[in-house]
């Protein structure tokens, strides 16, 4: 079974985050190492640490999603499994009683 078949929604994701890393880019233009601006490095290095907190946050609420988003994915292959499962016990049942 092929790995897109199986994790569909880890595929999408992917394809989503390249898609919106691919925007950005695009928006934004690529800045070469040769020509980037190091002008700005002394204020990076005297920002204080909570400067970054609503980053942190982005990151910490984008995981939570994605844990969320990959237990609710189980959870409904588990309930698709299961009524697999009762149709496939019908069926052997339907079965043994048709040969006795």
């Known amino acids: 079974m092929r790995f897109t078949n199986m994790f569909p929604l880890v595929v999408r994701a992917g394809w989503v985050f390249l898609i919106v890393v691919a925007l950005y880019v695009f928006l934004e233009g690529f800045v070469m190492a040769?020509?980037?601006?190091?002008?700005?490095?002394?204020?990076?290095?005297?920002?204080?640490p909570s400067d970054n907190l609503e980053y942190l946050f982005a990151v910490f609420f984008?995981?939570?999603?994605?844990?969320?988003?990959?237990?609710?994915?189980?959870?409904?292959?588990?309930?698709?499994?299961?009524?697999?499962?009762?149709?496939?016990?019908?069926?052997?049942?339907?079965?043994?009683?048709?040969?006795?």
């Open 62 to 100: 984008l995981t939570w999603a994605a844990f969320f988003g990959y237990i609710f994915f189980l959870s409904r292959r588990l309930v698709g499994l299961k009524s697999e499962v009762e149709e496939l016990k019908a069926e052997i049942n339907k079965s043994d009683s048709d040969q006795v």
């Open 34 to 48: 040769v020509n980037a601006d190091v002008s700005g490095l002394m204020e990076a290095e005297s920002a204080t």
